[in-house]
């Protein structure tokens, strides 16, 4: 029997990203580790030869992120990133099991990688992967020589405003920079991202083979049109798995999000866990869909 996918999650990883070239800027000089369009390049073996600053575990991932060694001894001499300084955040998946020494983890296939570069300079002005004192690209793990970033605010900065404070970098959450640094306060407060419709029905284009947005129009998937404050696996014409079927969540803005992010652990046993694991990585783009879905009725 074919498998069947639930309406929001099969468009998941089709419509992570929608790529559109960043402006080229004539008056920036050229850049070592920048390309002339204001992409970053994703540094090769830096794995093996830079400083593990440290790992954050976030729903199930391994964020990992690598700075140079001269990049690092600035730093801790300074108290501040030196301009050209650059960070990789690798970002894995998991796997689990049991071991000698007990329940453990340990990272699989990378899902993406961010890449930064500090700018004191104010370099590529016209490019929207330039702005707030770095420079940003992304690339995902299947695809590490295409940059997908479209836009630093809605890609990357939207899940750096708690560390604000310093620099846009999580400095109390690497062992190697937090030595003598001033910890990110805590935010008793959660970062609202907005999402943008328009945005969000462009990233919908490409998942417009498996999802319709009419009604009782069931594909490959069934119908997006009234999902949203709809009970999961609840169309009565569609035949979904048994696991969305007898979920009692509600597709509001919470569990949408959350079911995009990590759509194989968020309902354990629905079908497009299996065949579309990898999720939305972008948070701006995430509450882009779901503004984009709210408008579906």
Known sequence: MRKRFFGTSAFLVACSVITVSAQASSDSPATPGAKSNGELELPTNYAETWSHAGTVFVGGDLHNT??????LSYYKQHGKFRDGTVLVKEIRGSKSGTLTTGDARWGSDVKTWFVMMKDEKGRFQKSGLWGNGWGWSQYNGDNPQKQIATDYKKNCLVCH???KDTDWVYINKYPLLALDAKPVAENSQKVIIEGD???GKALFNSCQGCHSVQPSDNGVGPSLFGVYGRKAGSLSDYDYSGAMKNSTVIWNDSSLDKHLADPKGFIPGNYMGDSFPKGVVGAGDRAS?????KTLK
């Open 289 to 293: 869909l779901i503004e984009y879905l």
């Open 197 to 199: 419709a328009k945005t």
């Open 161 to 163: 405003i708690p560390a």
């Open 66 to 71: 690598y700075i140079k060694q001269e990049d």
